[in-house]
């Protein structure tokens, strides 16, 4: 048969060939002289139109808010509404391929890709799925199942049974619907239907479920898709889907469920940490949270609020495990910190361990033993990496006396090996989580006290902002030079040195701040930096970071911080030449202020 | 050579079949069809038709979702040159319907609406040839050549001696329309129906198409 409609652009690139075979027989060809009506706002939508020729303007009123050219279709926020929101004028001679709406409902109903190009359209998340990169956005939603969510287990009463009777048995079970059967059918009664047949329709508690039970029951099977199940939700105008296997009746899936998948719901897993009652319970928690950045960041939250976000989870987790994990003599003597990125609260993606305790006095060995296993366990139950260099509770060297700790600053100020650096840059970035947080104020005060005026060593210490080479090259041309040459390293070349920068004037200045962002203000307020290159600087760091959750979340685990520039928009590229020409301009500033040329 | 006005009223009396008298009565108003043949060859005469496709036009409206397509069965072999033309092979046209069976849903499809082709009187010809052996008529719809609404747009003006191009090419490119694979019938007539509603419309707002020495204009894209 001769195709008359090119089917092969989206959404038409998602029917079957009988779907296609379909269409091709239902649509008709327009022409309209400049000037004529398409489809007139307020009208019945007839038809699904795509342009087949010509211009077509797009108008809100009198006033026009888009042109249409050649393959652009509208309009399918109408089709499914049936009314016409917008006109439609033709701007010259145009033909339009007609596409009368009823046949594209009945393709809606069939395939649910290509209903997804519809109803999607109404929850603004079209745009996404159109776009080439349809995968690569929209891919957790493409691929999650159904099976993978929480649906509520399934729970069964006859149709003879009374509403008191439903009623009880969903307060014993804690859900909103139940499974009615009535002989071989199965329907679903919810806490509203029984509310209403009582209080609307006055009827007594001792009456059957079955005429208020609804039998209209729309079943998803746990291995389909949770777009599938958003769609059937959509279509059928439904909060409540059965979750059907075969034969088998799973559960009911909630719409409530489905859209804290979507959204990311993190007081869900906040909740879920203060309310846990044991370790066991803070694992699944902890599960969570990884999880959490994937939905945060497909909704396009920014990388700094979702590294807070993440560190206020991971805190409350620590906090609690000290709880479940610390006897309660060694709680009142002790705080227990967190360092590196996650003290800064700049942890996106869960790194390793980087934590440590801050002990008041000695305190029996047994017990700071016990608390180290039973703490260091349970953090590997969560899914936390030890840290390579050690720097755990777990090792006595960070669980120790405040008094030891003061010690060996002076080892580490006194002798600047690049390990004793790395100490200062740990225990400097520290935060509290638990337990009494006035002893880290007191270490750092210490800690600040010795280092104040000595500018030999904070110059050795500033130095590391050397340790990598910039990425900028003459032009401003990226160098490519990691992984297989064609990728560089974000963290090296650029969130390391404004870190270990601003790390350096924040520690002669004697800041208390751990963000760095917050300790660029206080920088700025001290007049150390400039209010504009302060800016300029907060801004690189935040946008490089963002990049480094980016490719964090695409790729494999360990190359986190490689990103290959020519996988890149070509914005992204142009973004990321001026984040990187700021590093450079903030290494020089670093360099003259710590008069780095001596060395 | 009796004139087409003389036959229609002759085979009015004497048609054979009086269920096909419809065919004399005017179509639904505003109403037209395209049509397009695929033949063995350009002999009027000898050659028969393979494939036969229409499309109804109704106002501004390209019916294609009532198209007519058939492929006919021709009685002699297919000459090498019209395989090579409509990619059309012996086999493929062995699955046809014969052409008698074609006929009556032809005219029951075409009614007495006016029909629309381009180099329309070819068309015509071949199918009187056969409509006249089953029924015992020759069409007696009014026909429309697109060729010549397309002229009487472009060179209806021209100063005499002007160099005309009435190619199916260059009235497509023209009007700016797209060109869809040709030489299959359904396709030819479904671009003939866009050349027509293009047409009708530059007549009815009294645009002349543009001559130039090189290149198209009135664009239906301009």
Known sequence: ?599 | MIPRWAKRLFHQVSIGDQSYRFMFEKGPPDEFVAIDCETTGLDRKKDEIITIAAVKIRGDRILTSERFVRLARPESAMAADAIKVHHLRQADVEAGERLYDVWPEFLHFVGGRPLVGYFLEFDVAMIDRNVLRFIGIELPNPMIEVSELYYERKYGDAPPGTECDLTFRAILKDLGLPTLSQHDAFNDALMTAMMFVALRDLKRRGVRIERKRDGPRVDLAH
């Open chain 1, 1 to 599: 048969m001769s195709a008359v409609f090119d089917a092969s652009q989206p959404p038409f690139d998602r029917l079957t060939e009988a779907e296609i075979e379909f269409l091709q027989n239902a649509v008709d060809v327009e022409y309209f002289p400049p000037g004529a009506t398409v489809a007139a706002a307020g009208q019945p939508c007839a038809n699904l139109h795509v342009v087949l020729k010509g211009a077509i303007e797009e108008r809100d009123g009198d006033e026009v808010v888009a042109i249409l050219g050649p393959r652009d279709a509208f309009d399918s926020r109408a089709v499914v509404q049936g009314t016409m929101t917008r006109s439609f004028l033709a701007r010259e001679e145009s033909l339009i391929y007609q596409l009368p709406r009823d046949a594209v409902m009945t393709l809606v109903g069939k395939n649910d890709r290509f209903g997804a190009y519809f109803y999607l359209d109404i929850s603004r998340k079209l745009d996404e799925i159109v776009r080439a990169d349809e995968e690569a956005r929209f891919g957790t939603l493409m691929r999650t199942h159904v099976r993978d969510l929480f649906i509520h287990p399934a729970h069964f009463i006859d149709s003879k049974d009374t509403i008191e009777a439903a009623g009880h048995k969903m307060r014993d079970i804690n859900s909103n619907a139940l499974f009615v059967r009535d002989g071989a059918r199965v329907g679903v009664i919810t806490g509203m239907n029984l509310s209403k047949a009582v209080v609307l329709k006055r009827m007594s508690i001792d009456e059957a479920v079955a005429p208020v039970t609804n039998y209209d029951v729309v079943t998803i099977a746990p291995d389909d898709f949770v777009f599938s199940a958003l769609i059937a939700m959509t279509k059928h105008n439904k909060r409540r889907l059965a979750v059907k296997e075969g034969e088998r009746w799973v559960g009911i899936l909630e719409d409530i469920d489905v859209l804290s998948f979507l959204a990311g719901n993190s007081q869900l897993t906040a909740g879920r940490i203060d309310r846990a009652s044991g370790i066991a319970d803070l694992a699944v928690a902890a599960a969570d949270v990884n999880e959490q950045v994937r939905r945060l960041r497909r909704q396009g939250v920014k990388a700094d609020v979702i590294s807070e976000i993440v560190s206020d989870l991971n805190r409350r987790l620590f906090t609690r495990t000290f709880e479940f994990t610390a006897h309660q003599d060694l709680r009142e003597r002790a705080c227990l910190v967190v360092m590196g990125s996650e003290g800064r609260g700049e942890q996106t993606l869960r790194t390793d361990q980087d934590n440590g305790l801050i002990l008041s006095e000695s305190v029996p060995e047994t017990m700071l033993q016990e608390f180290r296993d039973s703490f260091t366990q349970a953090l590997e139950s969560f899914g936390f990496e030890p840290c390579p260099g050690g720097v755990m509770v777990k090792n006595p060297l960070w669980s120790r006396p405040l008094a030891d700790y003061v010690a060996d600053f002076r080892s580490w100020i006194a002798l600047p090996q690049p390990e004793s650096h790395m100490n200062v840059a740990i225990f400097y970035d520290a935060a509290a989580v638990a337990g009494r947080a006035e002893l880290l104020h007191e270490a750092k005060t210490a800690l600040i006290e010795m280092v104040r005026g000595e500018r030999a060593y904070l110059a050795h210490f500033a130095r590391a902002v050397d340790a990598f080479p910039s990425p900028i090259g003459f032009f401003r041309n990226i160098i490519t030079t990691e992984g297989a040459g064609d990728a560089l390293d974000l963290k090296k070349g650029g969130t390391f040195p404004i870190v270990h920068g601003v790390r350096s004037l924040a520690l002669e200045h004697g800041l208390h701040e751990t963000h760095t962002v917050a300790r660029i203000a206080r920088l700025v307020e001290l007049n150390v930096l400039k209010a504009e290159f302060g800016r300029e600087l907060t801004q690189a760091f935040q946008y490089l970071m963002s990049m480094r959750l980016d490719s964090a979340l695409s790729k494999t685990p360990g190359t986190s911080s490689l990103t290959k520039p020519a996988e890149l928009s070509s914005m992204d590229r142009e973004l990321l030449r001026d984040a990187f020409g700021v590093v450079k301009q903030f290494r020089e500033i670093i360099r003259r202020h710590f008069n780095l040329g001596v060395f």
